[in-house]
């Protein structure tokens, strides 16, 4: 009867390791050098493979759409002809939110993080439908997004 219990307790523990396991954020790299850790279950959307983009949900990535309740976050790099860091990561973050009309009582708010690494100035724009209720969950995405950036200059 203990062997039983404890043969049970120990599947139930390694179910929960391997779920937990396949729940894991994943690293992403891209052709322009720098690596992003991403977000398990979002859905990637085509784009250059110097950039990352994604999308939280189920309702079908369209070009340039997000659905209700659904958030994109993409993540990308210009050259930066300012002063150049030594930063091997985004330690210096600048957010700007602002907001779009979409149409008639359609309003997309957008949260624009901004870093510099080395000669780069890299961007990770997250964008969804103002009152959505997950926002605040979206914006905590794409911080830590911002703060997995990693560019060896």
Known sequence: ?????????????????????????TRHVTTAGYTVDRPPG????EAPSDRLDIVSGRCGPQAGAICDGQAE???RAEPFAGKLTRAK?????????????????????????T?????????IVERHWKGDKHAAAYGRVALRMAKSLRYPG
């Open 89 to 113: 990561a985004c330690w210096n973050l600048t957010e700007t939110v602002s907001e779009t009309d979409e149409g008639p009582g359609r309003r997309g708010q957008i949260s624009q993080l």
């Open 1 to 25: 009867m203990r062997a039983a219990l404890l043969l049970i307790l120990l599947v139930a523990t390694s179910l929960a390791g391997a779920a937990e396991a396949a729940a894991r954020w």
């Open 42 to 45: 979002w859905a990637t959307v």
């Open 73 to 75: 976050i993409s993540v």
């Open 115 to 123: 870093c510099t690494i080395g000669a780069r100035r890299f961007f």
